[in-house]
């Protein structure tokens, strides 16, 4: 009789808005990364680099990224991890809602198509980061439970 065993965690498929988000920003640091200098591109791009270069954009999305997609990965299996996953949403809509009010240039000749897409992307992970404070009291309870009732040792001779 082949025995399975079952460890309860909090993972579930519905971090698709999470890990877009963190794909978005892990594309927007890599094309500042790439040669060329983007921030002379357009106008709008000027109160960008009066921040910071475009390295420190670059690595600053970049590390968000990796550190969200990090939490992503280890979701449910640390019981921190919603509550990295809630700091990383409100982080990444602090960040997508700066990006949209710099990329807000009127003196450029018009607003950018950037201000409402970047806007979009800072309602979506204000929405993550309350999907995500929602998980950690679950994944207290659950580790709480494992706690309690550890799962069974495997049978000798058992092959997954």
Do not use: K
């Amino acid at each position: 009789m082949r025995t399975i065993r079952v460890i309860p965690t909090v993972y579930t498929p519905a971090r698709d808005l999470e890990w877009c988000a963190a794909a978005m920003a892990f594309a927007f640091g890599l094309v500042l990364a790439l040669p060329g200098n983007t921030f002379s591109t357009g106008a709008h791009w000027l109160r960008f680099a009066a921040i910071m270069p475009e390295g420190g954009w670059a690595f600053m999305m970049v590390s968000l990224a990796l550190v969200r997609m990090a939490a992503l990965t280890i979701n449910g299996r640390w019981r921190r991890t919603p509550l990295l996953r809630a700091i990383c949403a409100v982080l990444g809509a602090a960040v997508w809602g700066y990006v949209a009010l710099l990329m807000y240039a009127p003196f450029a000749g018009g607003i950018q198509t950037g201000v409402g897409v970047y806007t979009v992307a800072a309602l979506a992970d204000i929405w993550s980061a309350y999907r995500s404070g929602r998980d950690i009291p679950v994944a207290a309870r659950v580790h709480a439970w494992m706690r309690d009732n550890p799962p069974a040792p495997l049978p000798r001779g058992f092959v997954p």
